[in-house]
């Protein structure tokens, strides 16, 4: 980068913090995800520093001018930390407080959904009172359990036999409440990434174990990545756009990634949405961001380049204007 570009990048962004590592269990990864956008803003000459909510005050924030979101789950992808931004007038990346917190909340994201007629699978709610063969008779075997609040797959199982039900469902309440139990939609796992207004290639997935579990999506080196996806371009702009709007449903915006399945009939049904998805080597949205010619650290400033002109009346902070920072990525 030329030192012309360095100054603008400087100018244009200010002071930026990477907020990553948090108090959640997924902070590990977040940690990655941080380091890996952290370096890639000062590589682009960006005056970026890190911040980790879990160790230090929140009220430090107020030296910076924007953040950059890098947390997962709890207290980072919820809502909690865009709010408290929010009271500091800091802009900041991804998607507001509400849809943050309905994007968390994997319930309300398939209540808001199949009233806007995006399909999803069949589910119920599970609690202590629940009985385990009505559950079975509902949605047949084999069955997804999983935290309505939580990320990375942590406190999921899939359960192939009613009597496994009950120790699934108590595995995902140490992590939330609220327990989803979810139809098996067995014909292929995919995920779309979103930025701006954006869908991006969308990626298959293929796990060489049970399914894309936590040790599937961040420790194993076996996982299949197939981008191009091995749909059909018109089921693939299909699919983008259906997720846009699944998106878009939620208010997220900026970036973020919409997951989905396939039967094995071809249809699709869309999952969860993730508002700040992993940045790590192993994560989808730099993959797909590739696909479609963009390297990891362009994709970084993009990212960053959108609290630009995101249109936030309730922050009395300038939102600069275009001024050329369209040539730093």
Same mark, same amino acid.
């Given at each position: ?190 995920? $779309?990434? +979103? &930025?701006?207004? @954006? ?8 796990? !060489?174990?049970? /399914?894309? %579990? ?86 970084? $400033?993009? +990212? &960053?380049?959108? @609290? ?8 009395? !902070?300038?939102? /600069?204007? %275009? ?7």
């Amino acid at each position: 980068m030329s030192l012309n570009s360095v100054n603008m990048a400087q100018q244009a962004f200010g002071k930026v913090a990477v907020l990553f590592g948090g108090r959640s269990g997924e902070r590990e990864v977040s940690l990655k995800s941080g380091s890996a956008v952290l370096a890639a803003l000062q590589r682009q000459g960006v005056d970026a520093h890190a911040f980790d909510p879990a160790t230090e005050d929140l009220s430090a924030l107020k030296a910076f001018d924007r953040a950059f979101i890098a947390l997962h789950g709890r207290y980072g992808e919820d809502g909690t930390i865009q709010g408290a931004l929010e009271l500091m007038d800091i802009p900041y990346t991804g998607s507001g407080v509400m849809a943050s917190a309905l994007g968390m909340d994997k319930w309300r994201t398939k209540l808001l959904w199949t009233a806007a007629g995006v399909v999803t699978p069949n589910y119920v709610l599970m609690d202590d009172s629940t009985h385990a063969e009505n559950v079975v008779t509902a949605l047949g075997l084999p069955l997804f359990v999983k935290p309505a609040n939580e990320g990375s797959s942590i406190g999921v199982s899939k359960v192939k036999q009613a009597s496994d039900l009950v120790t699934a469902y108590t595995l995902a309440k140490q992590s939330d409440p609220l327990v989803i139990v979810e139809q098996f939609v067995g014909g292929g796992e995919y995920t $779309v990434g +979103i &930025l701006g207004e @954006t869908a991006l290639p969308i990626v298959r997935i293929v796990p !060489k174990n049970e /399914y894309y %579990d936590y040790e599937a999506k961040y420790l194993r080196d076996d996982t299949e990545y197939r981008c191009p996806s091995g749909l059909s371009a018109e089921q693939e702009k299909q699919i983008q756009a259906e997720a846009l709007q699944a998106f878009n449903v939620l208010g997220c915006k900026g970036w973020g990634r919409v997951d989905f399945l396939m039967d094995e009939r071809g249809r699709h049904y869309f999952l969860e949405v993730n508002t700040s998805p992993g940045m790590t080597d192993h994560s989808l949205v730099p993959m797909a961001a590739k696909a479609a010619g963009l390297d990891f650290d362009a994709l970084v $400033v993009r +990212i &960053l380049q959108q @609290t630009l002109f995101a249109a936030n009346p309730f922050c009395s !902070k300038p939102w /600069y204007r %275009d001024n050329g920072i369209n040539d730093v990525a």
